[in-house]
Nanobody
Framework: QVQLVESGGGLVQPGGSLRLSCAASGISFSIYAMGWYRQAPGQQRELVATITSGGSTNYPDSVKGRFTISRDNAKKTVYLQMISLKPEDTAVYYC??????????WGQGTQVTVSS
């Protein structure tokens, strides 16, 4: 019964901001590395951000400086703060959890649409 449930997606204008949340259950959250991925129509799923159990983060150049991943272990929730959104950020955003060779587990996704 591992569950990852994303929320916070929606429609936003270019230059706007959104914060996505992913609530986890069924895992020992604090020891898991967490990540956000996204997939646009007709495209491969791509990495957006990762955060280790120790709090180290990584971002691809496409979002570096605009997106911030964080985690609240007490709430078993990982967040993705997105600012300066661009139309090319439009995608379904997925939450991911992994611990060594356990997982990865995936959420159902939340739609982010950046359009005027």
């Amino acid at each position: 019964q591992v569950q990852l449930v994303e929320s916070g997606g929606g429609l936003v204008q270019p230059g706007g901001s959104l914060r996505l949340s992913c609530a986890a259950s069924g895992i020992s959250f604090s020891i898991y590395a967490m990540g956000w991925y996204r997939q646009a129509p007709g495209q491969q799923r791509e990495l957006v951000a990762t955060i280790t159990s120790g709090g180290s983060t990584n971002y691809p150049d496409s979002v570096k400086g605009r997106f911030t991943i964080s985690r609240d272990n007490a709430k078993k929730t990982v967040y993705l703060q997105m600012i300066s959104l661009k139309p090319e950020d439009t995608a379904v955003y997925y939450c991911n959890a992994a611990f060594g060779r356990i997982g990865p587990y995936w959420g159902q996704g939340t739609q982010v649409t950046v359009s005027s």
